[in-house]
């Protein structure tokens, strides 16, 4: 079993900065891919960024160029660095973990564990 934590979400304004962390534990603490996933009120979980053990990331398009997934390994945290929040980046973050590497967009059922999710609110 492999256990995830997430914390940092908040409510912010558009244009405002926040870091997601994940912490992580169980499972030997090296999964194959981890990624972000995010849930708004009426839609469906979309995955955000994934890396994999080779910190080799990939992103959905309309976060390129202003979110970062990273990890520290030496921590087991996985974090996801936000610059110029946009409302529409408001949801529920989940963080999660799989024993392989999917092809991107991951579908949710190749991630095996998950986080209860950490909520990001941006106002115009």
């Known amino acids: 079993q492999m256990q995830l934590q997430e914390s940092g979400g908040a409510s912010v304004q558009a244009g405002g900065t926040l870091r997601l962390s994940c912490r992580f534990s169980?499972?030997?603490?090296?999964?194959?891919?981890m990624a972000w996933f995010r849930q708004a009120p009426g839609k469906e979980r979309e995955p955000v960024a994934a890396i994999d053990r080779y910190d080799s990331t990939t992103y959905m398009n309309s976060v390129k160029g202003r979110f970062t997934i990273s990890k520290d390994s030496a921590k087991n945290t996985l974090y996801l660095q936000m610059n110029n929040l946009k409302p529409d980046d408001a949801a529920m973050y989940y963080c999660?973990?799989?024993?392989?590497?999917?092809?991107?967009?991951?579908?949710?059922?190749?991630?095996?564990?998950w986080g209860q999710g950490t909520q990001v609110t941006v106002s115009s």
């Open positions: 169980g499972h030997n603490n090296r999964p194959i891919c």
């Open positions: 999660a973990a799989s024993p392989v590497n999917p092809p991107w967009p991951p579908e949710e059922g190749r991630f095996r564990y």
